[in-house]
């Protein structure tokens, strides 16, 4: 089976505190830990795992600026056979219609029997994957958290309902599914595996490389734009207890007593 | 009048609570537009839905078909296209179904496409501003959305007040004939229920909850020392269920459990929106984070600005000495 993974190289929120710099523009992003979108690491752990299984490749494909180049070769350490930047000044602010758009045109370039996202990344809009399918008229699903391979033209999946149920379907290939976090164990990348991959060639491809008129992507292209970041107000926020460690257990303990936390 | 459209979950003859929250909704975008419900289903239980909506829509459309008696994203994406018309602004809630049909039911209308929207500022002309999160809640964005071909907007559960007002008079309409072809290459099979774990933790008033704060499987005995000088169960966040260390059974979310305990200890857990909407019966939250910034702050009562592999071993030898 082959296998495309889009993956995308986002600030980590789980080793960064994310400020909001003073003019509202962007987010301080001097000093940010960037890493390989968490589901997208899923998937591309499931997309390996699928073609040891039944063979194939896995590619794995992003729109980014250079530095996403690394995301790739982390992903290729992990097992991905191929990565694809498409990477062009015509990209930037592009809206999540854009990026599908971008994708698309790649995707059409090759022969893929299942395209695999991330549920959603750091601007938590879960949105490509659904779209790229509809661009390309493919059967979709999101939030998968079981993939089985019946045979050579469908697929027995599982998606995350409410109350940790899950909903099994049968979906036709090739079809484009966004895989939730949980749905396997991704291995682990060490530096001896980035070093194995780091002078592997990958290609770059641009607006022109991928036939794509540039009004159609990038901020012309865009029907949806961000105007600006701004902390929210807090409303009325928790009561942050300060003090010495020994100060704030007391305080904390009190509030406990009062509440019944404490038997 | 402008018209704008709101697709309806429901269950077992009852419209979710996103169904008034998207009335909210709508009218931020335009106070005076005609609101209409789309209902899909099949049955009895479609037709309680519907006439119950007819208080608080202006039209309620009723699409009555076996092939919608379970709600196939992709089958009832084909129906949306199908029967509303171009250019329709689409309203949708923000949880497993809506993520799942709202992007590609954006490209089928041709529309622009706004996700997990947090609050509506209005429309100017044909340009939508709307609030939402990124950086999962440590950041927040104004965007503006060209709805001048109509747009679809998913609205986060619980961010908009349900609209009780119930003075709409509406009247139901039978577009099951309009449905068209409704086959799709995604067949539903069945829905698998979630196993039931070792400990109920729906069952506790009290909850030590861990989240990625707590680092290392080997970790998860502080927090049950805590809970065991507090008389507490252990629960945690998403993260932890991810990694193994802990059943899906002791998950607190949405794709989880749903708990109502009387103190809620959040333990380095930052405080998605997913997470919180498994919280219910406003507990007293307690939150221990080292990020400061953490939008768990923003909900709980009583914060703490700590490193909880420190704060929890203190707190559970302070207890246990009292």
């Known amino acids: ?263 | 009048m402008s018209q704008i459209f709101a697709y309806i979950l429901h269950k077992g003859g009852v419209a979710d609570d996103t169904a008034l929250e998207l009335i909210s909704a709508a009218k931020k975008i335009d106070a005076d537009a005609s609101l209409i419900a789309v209902v899909t289903g099949s049955g009895a239980d479609l037709d309680t839905v519907c006439n119950d909506l007819t208080a608080s829509y202006n039209e309620v459309w009723k699409i009555d078909n076996a092939a919608l008696a379970y709600p196939n994203a992709e089958v009832i994406r084909k129906l949306l296209v199908n029967i509303i018309p171009g250019g329709s602004i689409i309203l949708i809630a923000h949880e497993h179904f809506g993520m799942d049909i709202a992007p590609g039911l954006s490209i089928k209308m041709n529309t622009s496409f706004v996700s997990d929207a947090m609050d509506i500022e209005g429309r100017d002309g044909g340009a939508i501003k709307i609030i939402r999160q990124e950086y999962s809640g440590m950041a927040s964005t104004h965007v503006t959305c060209d709805a001048g071909d109509g747009a679809v907007i998913s609205c986060r559960p619980g961010s908009f007040q349900p609209d009780e007002s119930k003075s709409a008079g509406g009247q139901l309409v039978d577009k099951s004939g309009d449905a068209g072809d409704l086959t799709a290459n995604r067949t539903f099979l069945e829905v698998v229920q979630a196993e039931t774990g070792d400990v109920d933790i729906t069952k506790s008033d009290i909850l030590v909850s861990v989240g990625r704060g707590i680092e290392d499987e080997e970790n998860l005995e502080i927090a049950q020392e805590l809970a065991d000088a507090m008389g507490a169960v252990v629960s945690c966040s998403r993260p932890i269920v991810d990694a193994k260390w802990m059943e899906k059974s002791r998950q607190v979310g949405t794709s989880g459990q749903t708990v109502k305990p009387k103190v809620y200890m959040a333990m380095g857990i930052s405080g998605s929106f997913q997470h919180l909407g498994g919280i219910k019966g406003s507990p007293f939250i307690v939150a221990v984070n080292k990020n400061a910034k953490a939008p768990i702050f923003q909900v709980a009562d009583v914060g703490i600005v700590a490193d909880i592999l420190d704060f929890m071993p203190e707190l559970t030898e302070k207890i246990g000495g009292m």
């Open chain 1, 1 to 263: 089976m082959e296998i495309l993974v889009c993956v995308k190289r986002v600030p980590d929120t789980a080793e960064n505190e994310i400020e909001v710099k003073g003019d509202g523009t962007d987010i301080e992003r001097d000093d940010l830990v960037y890493s390989v979108n968490e589901w997208d690491n899923y998937a591309v752990e499931e997309a390996i795992q699928i073609r040891d299984k039944v063979g194939g490749s896995v590619t794995v494909v992003t729109v980014g600026d250079e530095e996403s180049e690394e995301v790739l070769r982390r992903e290729m350490a992990m097992g991905a056979d191929n990565g694809i930047l498409l990477s062009d000044d015509a990209f930037e602010n592009s809206d999540g219609k854009g990026v599908a758009a971008i994708l698309k045109a790649e995707i059409e370039k090759g022969k893929y029997d299942l395209i695999l996202t991330g549920a959603q990344a750091d601007d938590g809009a879960g949105q490509v994957g659904g779209m790229l399918a509809a661009m390309m008229d493919l059967p979709y699903a999101s939030l998968v958290n079981l993939i089985d391979v019946v045979d050579d033209s469908t697929l027995k999946i599982g998606r995350e309902i409410e109350g940790g149920n899950q909903e099994m379907s049968e979906i036709g290939l090739p079809c484009v599914l966004s895989i939730q976090t949980g749905i396997n164990e991704p291995r682990y990348v060490g530096i001896r595996g980035i070093r194995k991959v780091a002078s592997v060639d990958i290609p770059v491809h641009g607006v022109a490389d991928l036939g794509l008129p540039a009004d159609a992507v990038g901020e012309t292209g865009a029907k949806v734009k961000r105007m600006d970041y701004f902390v929210p107000e807090m409303g009325d926020g928790a009561e942050i207890l300060e003090g010495s460690t020994e100060e704030i257990i007391d305080k904390l303990i009190e509030h406990l007593k009062a509440k019944g936390g404490l038997k």
